[in-house]
Nanobody, 114 residues
Framework: QVQLVESGGGLVQPGGSLRLSCAAS????????MKWYRQAPGKEREWVAT????????YYGDSVKGRFTISRDNAKNTMYLQMNSLKPEDTAVYYC???????WGQGTQVTVSS
């Protein structure tokens, strides 16, 4: 079955960095565009970034552009999100998703606070 397992979240101070991972299984990872989303308490789920199936094309939401970098390793069936210059407003549960598949992992909590 399809599985998406996010990891790498934690507590970090403003200005700090984290690297999230999304381990995928149960589908042909290399043919799907992949996405990161996030959901803050009391808010709707927000799209963060998208990467094409071969990793050659990336898109970012305005709120993270220039600070976050999405990448993937198709040999490892894993996607990443490098988050730099973190702000308190980046605090959320982060989820990964395969474009066109309605499966979600459990998410990983990112908290940015001093």
């Amino acid at each position: 079955q399809v599985q998406l397992v996010e990891s790498g979240g934690g507590l970090v101070q403003p200005g700090g960095s984290l690297r999230l991972s999304c381990a995928a299984s149960g589908f042909i990872f290399s043919v799907y565009a992949m996405k990161w989303y996030r959901q803050a308490p009391g808010k709707e789920r927000e799209w963060v970034a998208t990467i094409s199936s071969n990793g050659g094309i990336t898109y970012y939401g305005d709120s993270v552009k220039g600070r976050f970098t999405i990448s993937r390793d198709n040999a490892k069936n894993t996607m990443y999100l490098q988050m730099n210059s973190l702000k308190p407003e980046d605090t959320a549960v982060y989820y990964c998703n395969a474009h066109g598949l309605s499966f979600w992992g459990q998410g990983t909590q990112v908290t940015v606070s001093s």
